[in-house]
């Protein structure tokens, strides 16, 4: 059941990007670089990377889950993209 969740997580975080990429090319890649236009882009593209780092700590055996939760949970380490532009913000 959880890798059914998983699934449709991902499916729908992929389906968001790509309905709006092309408004994304429009209004944001063609505006001048300020704040929040990087932060803007730093909070849609980390959470790739956070997926990623996901499935393979999940897919290793090598990696502790004691590691992991620690990375990953509200009282652990800041590493998620949606902590660190939480944090940005204050």
């Known amino acids: 059941m959880l890798m ?4 449709i ?8 990007f790509i309905l709006t990429f092309g408004m994304e090319v429009d209004l944001v890649w063609k505006s001048k670089g300020n704040f ?3 932060l803007y882009l730093f909070q849609r593209y980390l959470p790739f990377t956070d997926i990623m780092v996901v499935y393979i700590t999940c897919q290793s055996d ?4 004691f590691l992991f939760s620690l990375l990953f ?14 944090d940005i913000l204050r």
């Open 9 to 16: 997580a991902c499916t729908m975080f992929f389906w968001d």
């Open 36 to 38: 929040m236009k990087w």
């Open 73 to 86: 949970s509200s009282h652990g380490a800041k590493f998620g993209g949606d902590r660190m532009s939480e």
């Open 4 to 7: 059914l969740r998983t699934v």
């Open 62 to 65: 090598v990696f502790p889950v």
